[in-house]
């Protein structure tokens, strides 16, 4: 999935753009979640790390795009950023944050899709990981990889599909990893389990049946929040 952030003021513009990612990526059959912004604060206090691709007005508010690109810089080396403006001159600024593309607001219907049949490529073979402990070195576990997270006592057992690394203990607490793997499709669906919706094949009577055949307990409280959740994965991904 790919995290796309639009960051612009003006919210007919705002509301317009994220149409036309939407409609791009159903008929590229990409899967994304869109974040809208439209105050800067709310943007640089997000999970900046996160995102994949950055629609960033040069003139967004009070705050310089070029600040608010910076920000985003030193914590996401790798995101796409594509600044979006009514005014031309502003285009060479990017250069300084390594911008990748500039659209002037005026020209959007007639450079928008060849900007994103650029930088698709870019990142399809971008591949999410996670860094652990083993064995007195780190290691990268892909997420796609992964199956689920177990909390045990203090640590934490990584279940994954990879024959090298079925399983990984170590020191952490499940909620560290929960900000940052859910937005890469893990749901926690009970206070000890983290799962990949991506592997999970059902969840059904409070049990979610992972593609491993495990099948694992649900949260009485928060099922019918959770099976939602699922199912609107699910739907992403068709």
């Not at 999970?47 to 003139?59: K, M, T």
């Not at 910076?70 to 285009?91: G, M, P, Q, T």
């Not at 300084?96 to 900007?115: M, R, W």
């Not at 994103?116 to 780190?138: A, L, T």
Request: net charge negative; hydrophobic share 40%.
């Amino acid at each position: 999935m790919y995290q796309i952030a639009i960051c612009d003021d003006e919210k007919i513009f705002t509301d317009k753009l994220a149409h036309m990612i939407k409609q791009y990526s159903n008929a590229h059959h990409h899967v994304i979640d869109l974040h809208l912004f439209q105050q800067a604060a709310d943007f640089i206090q997000s999970s900046l790390e996160s995102y994949d691709i950055v629609f960033l007005d040069v003139r967004f508010g009070e705050i310089s795009g070029i600040e608010i690109a910076k920000a985003l810089r030193a914590k996401n080396e790798n995101a796409i950023l594509i600044f979006v403006s009514a005014f031309i001159e502003y285009a060479i600024m990017g250069y300084s944050v390594h911008a990748s593309a500039y659209l002037l607001k005026s020209d959007l219907d007639g450079t928008f899709e060849s900007c994103m049949d650029e930088i698709f490529p870019q990142i399809g073979s971008k591949e999410i990981s996670v860094r652990v402990p083993y064995e007195h070195v780190n290691v990268d576990i892909p997420c796609k990889s992964i199956i689920y997270m177990e909390s045990y006592k203090r640590q934490i057992q990584i279940h994954t599909s990879l024959p090298r690394y079925p399983s990984i203990l170590y020191y952490a607490k499940l909620s560290d990893m929960i900000e940052t793997l859910a937005p890469h499709g893990f749901l926690r669906i009970h206070k000890s389990y983290l799962i990949n919706l991506s592997r999970c094949r059902r969840i059904q009577n409070r049990l979610a049946y992972m593609d491993n055949s495990t099948e694992l307990p649900c949260s009485r409280q928060n099922y019918t929040d959770i099976v939602q959740k699922f199912l609107q994965w699910k739907e992403r991904e068709i």
